[in-house]
């Protein structure tokens, strides 16, 4: 096919998808005047097109012409199309004038669970620090869950544990501290990595307690760390979290995988550390334990605990959700009303 | 644990104000958790870690006061006359199982007269909780709060012979105990005996029958050091929990027995009348040697982030009742109290420090150091991947309990027996681990439904617990989805679709198409990739049916989709056409689409738009109309061109299928 041929083909495509694109912004009577003045007019391209036939080669004559017809068919189709329609728009009536009070059509977004949203927010942070995110089992045994902890056996440490005991030696994991012991036996020192997941204690169901709950657990192994880092670290975690101006209150506590150990607590995010009720009159709420890892636990999993030292923190997220959300009891989380779930 | 604030009193001049020494046990690891007054007394709920039971008393209490206000520790005089000791008292111990009872001290008091206590007495352990009996009760009560070493009195009148035997039960022995119950001892408990039979538990709970009752006029009084791990064996397997073993457990000052017995003794001769005879029993290991700790300050400062001197440590140390000496390293050799038996090493000295010097004063850095190289997690990236494109579509995440029950997991259909049982569950209704995720799912759409929700879409990404071998337990992360009602929001502008198989597969589809895999499906069954799902359509109130996907991610997880490659894209115009086709009913209309595509090159996309039988359709068939799009990458495509590939793809559903195209 000559050059002269294919130009008129293309130009014609070119015509067709240029109508098709103008017809879809019809709609009212001198919109449909103007695009048949426009695509079918005396002064429409087509004709232009069809003037310019003589200029195509005999033997591509044919077709060319085929091609423009074809296109004058389909143009005509779609105006009797469009005509058809407004006609049958205007008898349905003139639509109402717009109403900006009348609600949008509703977009169907879900939303993550409250557990899942403050975990991100506190994955967030820790992973600025540079923290790597690392899993393990819910179910556990012994020496993950206590012995490489350093909880000494038949110790009355593991009572604070309450633990929910399968068959065997099997349980369900208290915290998601052996995690630490499982991310130590793989990998080398130095460490940063937090662990989220679920754990499980043998509580009664109420309004502060449940069977199951959800635990950050955070890790960091180097040479030279220190509790002023923790301090840091948690104090800088809290104002993430809680908003600037939010102070921390460091004590002294007991795990036996860290030592020394801390229990870290935030300014009563209700009365802003007067004294209310949510906070025990004490303006402060518990939000984390924490402290620097027990050379113990460093033996257990074969680092060297004289080169190695690390902190460890662990957080319940429910807990966090609630002093954040202001939520009073844990059972909602696990209950799953839409008229709590669509709140965050 | 329970303290008086006058109590504390008696052994340390406390100037503060009750709120304020509150304030200040918080501060250094004695949580106090509650305060509560009681006439001019305050009652402090003190929270003591399992390794300050040096601090289950007053004085062991009133030791840290004194410490962190700065006040003087006054211990109580032990003062009496001793009698020596006439034949027909004297009391012959033998210390059979040592290992067990490292030592074993005690005094025999004649003469008693058993009466009420005078009122300062009973008035003391009335304040935290403790009920008064009787004065000789009430004093070894009394010495234990006051020391935090349990004591025991029997009754000298009532034990048969003259010979006390610290041993192992034998096997079928029994005991009955002071509050009535019999117990069949074990082999391993450790118990007193007499010379017929045990008449205590040892560290636990004394023998009935050696009960010291009003007509009690001669005891043994027994202040014993006894194994802290045999005690809490013992208790746990009697289910006991006295104020006896809690203390025993959690490990007591072996070189204080003899001082609380002869505390008490003294009490017993002020108060009941007592002849305290002499000399004391005292058998086992007397001499406790305190191990030298080295602290190397500058290991110290390293770990705390502090910069203090060993000067400086050393003080700090001695406050709490540590011997500091010096090494020629400038290193600190520590011994800690004999009733500090929770630091043995340096890192427990560091950790005195540090709460000597005030985690307050310890500054706030943050780490410096090194990073580890950052790591990918793909369970991690899964999760959030899953998690966004179910609320894209609309659905709303749950997190339901990991345990369920026999009548559920029955309800559910899965067979009596099954599942993997919780040993100790603390709610029945949650005695097993779920194997699944969607009958809790079902239960949130119930629940919901109630409430009226006119649409449920929600999902959970959990993990279900199967029974493995030898006992294991298998874990499979599971992503399930459910949709019920209305698909999305109602609006006055028209009313939603219904959720039905086709929502709830559309979704897979979605899922399957972000991590490239190809979705199967067999009935009820479909497979994602590798992985395994099941359909469920299950009934549920108000909404008719539930439609439930359920899908073991598990194996998706670790596997990372493939790279993600893109494909040119075309710079010419694609046409559009549509196949009205007739088939055979049972023909597979979505492998008729697929063959539609397949059938020429220029098929981009074949996709199903309309479905009907009935009007214009003969009997046994339906109408299925495919939309095509035709492109080239080349070039654009003419009339002729695309009515030659549909032409072909009319002749490949004709002979594949059967199908005509509808006139």
Known sequence: MTTEAQEVLQQAEALRAAADKAAAGVDDASGLQAWRVEFLGRKSALNALSKGLGSVPEADRPAAGKALNDLRAKLEATYQELERRLHAAAEAGPAPPRDVTLPGAPAAVGTLHPITQTYYEIAAFFTQLGFAVAHGPEVEDDFHNFSALNFPPEHPSRDTQDTLYLAGDWLLRTHTSPVQIRVMLEQEPPLRVIVPGRCARADAVDASHYPVFHQVEGLLVDEAVSLADLKGTLAAFAEYLFGAGTKIRFIPDYFPFTEPSADLSISCVMCGGEGCGPCGGTGWLEIAGAGMVHPNVFRNVGYDAEKWVGYAFGMGIERIAMLKYGIDDIRLFYENNFDFLKQF | ?663
């Open chain 2, 1 to 663: 644990m329970k303290y008086s604030f006058q109590w504390l009193s008696d052994y340390c001049p406390i100037t503060v104000s009750a709120e304020r020494l509150a304030e200040e046990l918080t501060r250094v690891g004695f949580e106090v958790e509650a305060m509560d007054r009681r006439g001019a007394d305050v009652i402090f709920n003190v929270d003591v870690v399992p390794v300050r039971s040096d601090c289950l008393s007053m004085i062991g209490l009133a030791r840290e006061i004194a410490t962190f206000i700065g006040a003087p520790l006054t211990l109580p005089p032990v003062q009496f006359k001793e009698v020596h000791i006439p034949k027909e008292f004297s009391v012959k111990v033998e210390l059979v199982d040592q290992d067990l009872c490292p030592r074993y001290s005690g005094r025999v008091i004649t003469d008693l007269k058993v009466g009420p206590s005078p009122p300062w007495l009973a008035e003391r352990l009335e304040a935290v909780g403790v009920r008064a009996v009787n004065n000789v009760v009430d004093i070894t009560n009394f010495i234990n709060l006051e020391r935090g070493q349990p004591l025991h009195a029997f009754d000298l009148a009532k034990l048969r012979g003259r010979t006390i035997l610290i041993r192992r039960a034998q096997a079928g022995e029994k005991l009955t105990l002071l509050d009535g119950q019999e117990l069949e001892l074990s082999t391993e408990d450790l118990v007193i005996a007499d010379g017929e039979g045990p008449v205590a538990l040892a560290g636990v709970m004394g023998g009935g029958e050696s009960e010291v009752s009003p007509s009690t006029e001669a005891i043994l009084l027994e202040s014993a050091h006894f194994d802290a791990v045999s005690v809490r064996r013992t208790a746990r397997r009697y289910g006991l929990a006295t104020e006896s073993s809690y203390r025993f457990e959690r490990g007591t000052d072996p070189t204080a027995t003899l001082e609380a017995a002869d505390r008490a003794a003294a009490l017993m001769a002020e108060l009941a009348d007592g002849t305290v005879l002499g000399p004391p029993v005292d058998a086992g290991q007397t001499e406790w040697a305190r191990p030298a700790i080295v602290l190397r300050p500058a290991r110290a400062n390293m770990l705390l982030g502090t910069a203090l001197t060993g000067e400086d440590m050393a003080v700090l140390l001695r406050r709490l009742y540590f011997d500091v000496g010096l090494d020629r390293m400038e290193n600190l050799i520590i011994s800690a109290p004999s009733f500090r038996r929770d630091v043995s090493s340096e890192i427990d000295v560091v950790e005195e420090v540090a709460r000597a010097y005030g985690y307050n004063n310890v500054e706030a850095t943050l780490p410096a150091g090194r990073f580890p190289a950052p790591r990918r997690n793909p369970r991690e990236e899964f999760e959030r991947e899953a998690r966004y494109l179910l609320t894209a579509a609309g659905f709303h995440e749950v997190y339901t309990p990991s345990f369920t029950n026999p009548r559920d997991l029955e309800a559910a259909g899965w067979e009596a027996g099954g599942g993997v049982p919780v040993a100790n569950p603390t709610v029945s209704q949650f005695s097993h681990l779920r194997p699944a995720l969607w009958p809790a799912l079902a239960e949130v759409a119930e629940r919901n439904g109630r409430l009226g929700a006119p649409s449920v879409m929600i999902f959970e990404l959990g993990t279900t617990f199967a029974p493995g071998e030898d006992g294991a337990v298998v874990e499979r992360l599971h992503l399930a989805a459910l949709a019920a009602g209305e698909t999305a929001p109602r609006s006055w502008s028209g009313s939603p679709p219904f959720a039905d198989f086709y929502f709830v597969k559309g979704l897979i589809e979605a899922f399957a198409r972000e991590r490239e895999l190809a979705v199967t499906w067999d009935g009820d069954l479909f497979r994602v990739g590798e992985a395994e799902g099941k359909y469920r359509a299950a009934p549920l109130e108000p909404f008719g049916e539930a439609h439930i996907v359920e899908l073991d991610v598990t194996g998706l997880v670790d596997t990372a989709p493939p790279p993600h490659r893109y494909e040119p894209v075309s710079r010419f115009p694609s046409v559009v056409r549509d196949l009205a086709l007739v088939l055979p009913e049972e023909a597979p209309a979505g492998a008729v689409a697929e063959a539609v595509r397949a059938s020429s090159d220029l098929a981009r996309e074949a996709s199903i738009f309309d479905l009907f039988t009935g009007e214009g359709v003969p009997p046994g068939h339906k109408s299925v109309g495919v939309r095509v799009r035709y492109q080239a990458d080349d070039r654009t495509l003419t009339d002729d061109e695309v009515n030659a590939a549909r032409e072909q793809a009319v002749q490949a559903v004709a002979a594949q299928f059967g199908a005509a195209l509808r006139e």
